[in-house]
């Protein structure tokens, strides 16, 4: 019985482990570019992982970002306030690797 307990607490520590940080998503208006080119969370000292999301007055999602230790990483889709798809740009640590826009 206790082994199987443990296993059960084991698996469960992993599974919380792996889905820490890049789950975290924030207001983008809340994350600052500092002076060593790496994006904060406010009242953080640690550059910031995780995605960042911004919205317009009408409430549409403007845009949404992934980052890494403080830089762009993954893909950045932005959206016209209609909600249409405006472009979306892949990262890699922090440098745009391949754009793609779609026009009204």
């Known amino acids: ?12 520590i992993m599974i919380l482990s792996f889905c820490t940080s890049q789950d975290r998503v924030v ?4 994350l600052t570019l500092n002076t060593d080119d790496l994006w904060y969370f406010e009242n953080e000292n640690k550059p910031y992982t995780g995605i960042g999301k911004s919205y317009y007055d009408n409430g ?3 845009s949404e970002a992934e980052f890494e230790n403080g ?5 950045m889709i932005s959206y016209y306030p209609n ?13 745009a690797q391949d754009t793609s826009r779609r026009l009204l």
């Open 83 to 95: 909600g249409q798809l405006e472009q979306k740009v892949k990262y890699q640590n922090g440098l």
């Open 71 to 75: 830089k762009l990483s993954g893909l």
């Open 27 to 30: 207001d983008s208006n809340k």
């Open 60 to 62: 549409n999602l403007e």
């Open 1 to 12: 019985m206790r082994f199987t307990l443990a296993k059960l607490i084991l698996m469960l």
